[in-house]
């Protein structure tokens, strides 16, 4: 029986709700700072007509989501300096460059420029412009040295861990990183053997493979060097020994080969073994591009990254999202910042 107009719906919707963007773009920076690790991982989206992408950071205290045109490092970077996207050109910066794989001579080149800071991306664009940085290839390269210059340069850098499914966008310089076990068994698990030899070799891969997975959990629990040296020539006798099935023999190589972040919690037990967290998180938003599609503004983009970020955190920090709502939207201040709930709680723990 409510007479209300769709324009006055998408005003509700849209309008008037900077304290919920503000409050969303604290989560990030405060779990930097609290957490031992973040999962990662990103989704198709759409917007404004056109192919997108949603990237998930969090972990068990908060969720983000933030929906941009790009998938590329370069947009990770952008999203992990959160709120403010700061470059930084210094020492650091320099070193990463090479890790890119840019040319000697851009290296050359930037080597030369004096160290400096640059807020917004406004800023760093017109300095590129000076330094006659005009290739695309040698622009983004630039830019996520840059960035690598900010976050080398910060404490929390230095300790945090990432969780991902191996996308290459989520390789990141000079960052503990860690790949996902469930991740790395679909390279044997896809595979397809044609005689009962090849069947019995994938089959005893994929038992060794997760008698592995327990033994690190174990280890998590309580971790020895003993019992870490037994886990490493155990890795590297699974990838290493030929099994008379060149597939296996090659998914089991490509294993091997990005073998230091399969182990990496063998140095750093606090690490999650799989990145479900994030595809739990993110499946959420995969269900509600289905049902109502992309968005067509800019600030209907970022009310729905908003919404979606606190309606997560607060469902892992057990408290009800509709109460959360009522609170914010009455002036109530009952419940804390969640920002300062994520600090509670990881205390607590």
């Not at 919707?13 to 604290?26: Q, V």
């Not at 972990?59 to 929906?67: G, M, P, Q, R, W």
Request: hydrophobic letters at 35%; aromatic letters at 8%; glycine letters at 8%.
């Amino acid at each position: 029986g409510v007479d209300i107009s769709a324009g006055q719906l998408s005003n509700i919707l849209l309008k008037g709700h900077e304290n919920f963007h503000a409050e969303k773009d604290e989560l990030l920076p405060t779990a930097r700072q609290i957490s031992g690790y973040l999962h990662c991982d990103d989704t198709s989206a759409r917007h404004q007509g056109k192919a997108a992408v949603c990237t998930h950071i969090g972990n068990e205290l908060f969720a983000t989501f933030s929906t941009t045109d790009s998938k590329s490092r370069l947009n990770f970077l952008r999203l992990l300096c959160q709120p403010e996207e700061q470059y930084r050109w210094c020492e650091e910066a320099s070193e990463s460059l090479g890790w890119l794989g840019a040319s000697g001579k851009l290296q050359a080149k930037m080597n030369k420029q004096a160290d400096g800071v640059w807020s917004g991306r406004e800023a760093w664009e017109e300095q590129l412009k000076r330094w006659g940085v005009t290739s695309k290839t040698h622009r983004r390269q630039v830019s996520e040295a840059a960035l690598f210059g900010k976050l080398l340069t910060e404490r929390w850098y230095d300790d945090l861990g990432l969780v991902s499914d191996d996308a290459p966008q989520f390789k990141l310089f000079g960052f503990v990183h860690g790949l996902c076990w469930v991740h790395g068994e679909r390279k044997i698990d896809r595979l397809i053997p044609l005689t009962a030899r090849h069947r019995k070799a994938k089959e005893k891969a994929q038992d060794t493979f997760w008698e592995l997975y327990k033994s690190l959990k174990a280890y998590r629990l309580e971790p020895t060097e003993a019992a870490r040296r037994t886990i490493e020539g155990q890795f590297d006798q699974l990838c290493q020994t030929k099994a008379g099935y060149p597939d296996l023999n090659e998914a089991l190589g490509l294993l091997h080969a990005k073998r230091d972040a399969f182990l990496a919690v063998l140095e750093y037990p606090h690490l999650p073994l799989h990145n479900n967290l994030s595809e739990n998180d993110i499946r959420e938003y995969a269900r509600l591009r289905k049902i109502s599609g992309g968005t067509r503004t800019d600030t209907g983009r970022r009310c729905r990254d908003t919404f979606i970020s606190l309606k997560k955190t607060c469902r892992k920090l057990g408290i009800s999202f509709q109460a959360y709502l009522r609170d914010r939207l009455r002036g109530l201040g009952e419940i804390p910042l969640l920002a300062n709930l994520m600090r509670t709680t990881a205390d607590r723990s």
